[in-house]
T-cell receptor, first 118, second 112 residues
Framework: NAGVMQNPRHLVRRRGQEARLRCSPM?????VYWYRQLPEEGLKFMVY????????ESGMPKERFSAEFPKEGPSILRIQQVVRGDSAAYFC????????????????FGNGTRLTVT | QQQVKQSPQSLIVQKGGISIINCAYE??????FPWYQQFPGKGPALLIA?????SEKKEGRFTISFNKSAKQFSLHIMDSQPGDSATYFC???????????FGTGTRLQVFP
C-alpha cells in the first residue's frame, strides 16, 4: 500500500528557471494539499485541490506559483522564474473523500521535495 | 485568527522523563486538533489527534489534553525515549476536509 509519492526528492534550479514538483496521492485519495516548509520553520499551507478543481489557494503566492490536479496523473506544483527565497521543502498531503473518512488520520504526507535555488 | 501558537521552540528531556508541548488557538471554529511527528528528511506523520468533545485522549505513551474554554491543547510524552527525538507540530482545522493550520514546531531531544 504505497503512501504519498513525491518526486523529485531533491531539485536544484538556477534563478529564473522553472520548477515542477509532482505528487501522487495515496490510492483512493482524491484530495491533495501542498505545504511549504522553510528551514527551522513550520509548515505553511499553500493550496488545496480536488480532481480538476482548486478548492482553496489562499496560501499560494499570487505570482509565479500555480497548481493543478488533473483527472489523470499526479498533482503538479509549478514555480516559474524561481528566486532564492523559493528554496524550501515542499510537502504534499492527501486524504480520502469525506464520506469515506474514518478515524483520525485525514492527512497523509509525502517525504517532500527539497528545492534549492542557486 | 488563523494562527496556532506553539511552545516551547525546543525541549531537552532526559530518558524516562515527561515531555510537554503546548499549543493555543484563536479560531473557535476549529474542531480537529492533530499532532504530527517529523524526523529529519521525512514528511510529518500523524501521531495522535483529538476532537473538542473530549478533554483527554491517550494512545500508549502519548496523551493529548484539551481545554476548550482556554483554547489550548497539549501533548504529553511519558517515559520519553531517545527514539522520540524529532520535531513535533500541533495543528488545527475545521473538520477533516479543511486545510490544517500548523504551529511552528518543537524540536525535542531526549538524552540517554
Amino acid at each position: 500500500n504505497a503512501g504519498v509519492m513525491q518526486n523529485p526528492r531533491h531539485l536544484v534550479r538556477r534563478r529564473g528557471q522553472e520548477a515542477r514538483l509532482r505528487c501522487s496521492p495515496m490510492k483512493g485519495h482524491s484530495h491533495v494539499y501542498w505545504y511549504r516548509q522553510l528551514p527551522e520553520e513550520g509548515l505553511k499551507f499553500m493550496v488545496y485541490l480536488q480532481k480538476e478543481n482548486i478548492i482553496d489557494e489562499s496560501g499560494m503566492p499570487k505570482e509565479r506559483f500555480s497548481a493543478e490536479f488533473p483527472k489523470e496523473g499526479p498533482s503538479i506544483l509549478r514555480i516559474q522564474q524561481v528566486v532564492r527565497g523559493d528554496s524550501a521543502a515542499y510537502f504534499c498531503a492527501s486524504s480520502p473523500p469525506a464520506r469515506g473518512r474514518q478515524g483520525n488520520s485525514p492527512l497523509h504526507f509525502g517525504n517532500g521535495t527539497r528545492l534549492t535555488v542557486t | 485568527q488563523q494562527q496556532v501558537k506553539q511552545s516551547p521552540q525546543s525541549l531537552i528531556v532526559q530518558k524516562g522523563g515527561i515531555s510537554i508541548i503546548n499549543c493555543a488557538y484563536e479560531n473557535t471554529a476549529f474542531d480537529y486538533f492533530p499532532w504530527y511527528q517529523q524526523f529529519p528528511g521525512k514528511g510529518p506523520a500523524l501521531l495522535i489527534a483529538i476532537r473538542p468533545d473530549v478533554s483527554e485522549k491517550k494512545e500508549g505513551r502519548f496523551t493529548i489534553s484539551f481545554n476548550k474554554s482556554a483554547k489550548q491543547f497539549s501533548l504529553h510524552i511519558m517515559d520519553s525515549q531517545p527514539g522520540d527525538s524529532a520535531t513535533y507540530f500541533c495543528a488545527a482545522s475545521r473538520g477533516y476536509t479543511d486545510k490544517l493550520i500548523f504551529g511552528t514546531g518543537t524540536r525535542l531531544q531526549v538524552f540517554p
